[in-house]
């Protein structure tokens, strides 16, 4: 169990002591992996005790969703459903898919997949912590604008849950996998080129104004 604020403990200090730890932690991850760093190392780079660091998560593997859902936070969760229009479908999921790319390609988010790959064998606890912190939260949101642009008859869908399974799988493509293995990074021109062939696709399958209008973009000859 987390143990109990101290008396005379500010929220305004306990929340600056977890962005600490936080920031702390990310680093720790990116330049060393999972298994080798340790509550008494983010501690000390965080310049806390390490009670505090359990004071705020239990496990290590708490700690490293954190990392993740703090990393999603800040590359694609800055935004809501409810600030995009369904309306306005085609501009909309350009905006989701731009953000889903940012998010993925990052530098730490490219790293913290790398991390998952080599150790979550050794770490099995390890997969279901990134999955829940991170892309079943990013799933959770873009199935969320959906169901609400198939409320308003933007899109023609039967299960948003599967459509937003599918939009994401568009969106990441080669684009993703290629850039795990350090074989090429694309430039903004190869992104956009991306991000519109991603929504124009989708629409054609399940937009429900569009269907059938929309030609995917094509990108510079090879």
């Given at each position: 169990?987390?143990?109990?604020?101290?008396?005379?403990?500010?929220?305004?200090?306990?929340?600056?002591?977890?962005?600490?730890i936080?920031?702390a932690a990310?680093?720790a991850?990116?330049?060393?992996?999972?298994?080798?760093?340790s509550?008494?190392?983010?501690?000390?780079?965080?310049?806390v005790s390490k009670?505090?660091?359990?004071?705020?998560?239990?496990?290590?593997?708490?700690l490293?969703?954190?990392?993740?859902?703090?990393?999603?936070?800040?590359?694609?969760?800055g935004?809501s459903?409810?600030?995009?229009?369904?309306?306005?479908?085609?501009?909309?999921?350009?905006?989701?898919?731009t953000?889903?790319?940012?998010?993925?390609?990052?530098?730490?988010?490219?790293?913290?997949?790398?991390?998952?790959?080599?150790?979550?064998?050794?770490?099995?606890a390890?997969?279901?912590?990134?999955?829940?912190?991170?892309?079943?939260?990013?799933r959770?949101?873009?199935?969320t604008?959906?169901?609400?642009a198939?409320?308003v008859?933007?899109?023609?869908?039967?299960?948003?849950?599967?459509?937003?399974?599918?939009?994401?799988?568009?969106?990441?493509g080669?684009?993703?996998?290629?850039?795990?293995l350090?074989?090429?990074?694309p430039?903004a021109?190869?992104?956009?080129?991306a991000v519109?062939?991603?929504?124009?696709t989708?629409?054609?399958?399940?937009?429900?104004?569009?269907?059938?209008?929309l030609?995917?973009s094509?990108?510079?000859?090879?």
């Amino acid at each position: 169990m987390m143990s109990m604020p101290q008396p005379g403990t500010g929220r305004g200090e306990l929340r600056g002591k977890a962005e600490a730890i936080l920031a702390a932690a990310e680093t720790a991850f990116l330049a060393a992996g999972f298994g080798a760093v340790s509550m008494d190392a983010v501690a000390r780079r965080a310049g806390v005790s390490k009670a505090t660091v359990y004071a705020h998560f239990i496990r290590k593997e708490d700690l490293f969703g954190a990392v993740v859902a703090h990393l999603s936070e800040r590359r694609f969760h800055g935004f809501s459903a409810e600030a995009l229009d369904p309306r306005d479908i085609a501009p909309s999921l350009t905006t989701i898919a731009t953000r889903f790319l940012d998010l993925i390609l990052s530098p730490e988010a490219i790293a913290l997949n790398r991390i998952i790959i080599g150790e979550v064998s050794r770490f099995p606890a390890l997969g279901e912590v990134f999955w829940a912190s991170g892309p079943e939260q990013t799933r959770v949101q873009i199935e969320t604008f959906m169901r609400k642009a198939a409320a308003v008859g933007s899109l023609a869908l039967s299960d948003a849950r599967l459509a937003a399974e599918q939009f994401i799988a568009l969106a990441r493509g080669e684009i993703h996998l290629r850039s795990l293995l350090r074989l090429d990074y694309p430039d903004a021109a190869a992104l956009d080129v991306a991000v519109a062939n991603t929504v124009a696709t989708f629409l054609r399958a399940f937009g429900a104004a569009t269907r059938g209008r929309l030609t995917p973009s094509r990108g510079p000859d090879t």
